[in-house]
């Protein structure tokens, strides 16, 4: 097989307690035999460990927070490309994923490919969203209400049962016992993550979880059902394994076939004891376990960047069942002379 | 009533539900009960087969057998048929 040379922006190198899925999607690209990729780091905090992570990333850039705007994001990928001839870039943030889809013709432009979802799709799927999306799409969701303010709260969970879920505009949740509880926790989320911040009805039973592909024109190009084996106490995967759940993956195609999904996604569900299945949340991009659905035989990051790049994709149509999962942390010891070059240049 | 087909059983007792990723691990006796209806016995041929194997009170190994059923049914590796 023909070996491609590309260049590839990948952002959410943080492979920390909470991890973003930038170090499993290089891994991905990495263990292609299509591709050998030359890996360029976008990072927003000077202590990402992927950027440290020479033997898969070999440049790191610093990018501008989202909330600098989309324009200087623009800047900096067009002086970034300038010196490493983007084929493509990966985000892999959901706070992002705005201002990328925003500038994706832009982008484009530049010869910079990316395989985003539309703006609409973005957009209808949002936790604040769901029960309208729900709706539309047919699918079981539980009862969820925005809140703007603490009046606002107080007003909703009157029409709530405890406990609650209060969760935060892109990441965070918890649940909450009591009135006293919910707005401690609105205060916190609506700090770190902006309005609205969401209530959700709590609904018991295991959580479980699709990774997903969508090529744009209502086709599965990957799908693989996880159970969750242990959770954190931020609510993430720190073990799990493939399951054979026909339901999860005929409600995946379901979704992908009638929003025309196009990008990586991850469905979190929850199975109840009577055996429904809820969709909690869609995320838009590519999860942190993605490596698990290498590691089962779907190269999903791959995929991805085969569609990216306009070439041919065949879509999996299996997967291994009961492969596992398990993170781990690794302390890497790295020289300060690094982190001050980081610090003073923006890029190592 | 039959041994849920799709369940992965290894020789040290462990079992794996490959539909809802569930692990539950037998001991010698469970993983014997479970053998039984794999191969396809009734309830009353594994309670027959118990009690000439083992020195047990016939009352007994019947309410032990019938908690160790419904917890394989509970756990749904055991299916009506």
Redesign the interface.
Known sequence: MECRKINVGITGLNNIDSPGPGMPVIRGIKESPCFDARIIGLAYDHLEPGIYMKEWVDKTYMIPYPSKGKDALFERIKEIHAREKLDLIIPNFDAELFSFIKLESQIDQLGIKTFLPTLEQFEERHKSNLPGYGKKYGVDVPKSEEAFSLNDLSNILRSFQFPVMVKGKYYDAYKAYSPEQAQAYFIKLSAKWGYPVIVQEFVDGTEVNVIALGDGKGNVISAVAMRKQYITDKGKAWGGVTISDVSMLELTHKIISQTKWRGGMELELIRTTDNKLYILEINPRIPAWVYLAVGAGQNLPEALVKLALGMEVKPYTSYEIGKMFIRYSWDMIVDIDMFSKLVTSGEL | MKLNQ?I?ISENGFI?N?????SFTLNNTGMQVVSLLKSGKTIDDIKETLTAEYDVDTMILERYLQDFISDLKRNNLLLEE
């Open positions: 799709s992965a794996f490959p539909a809802t990723g569930d």
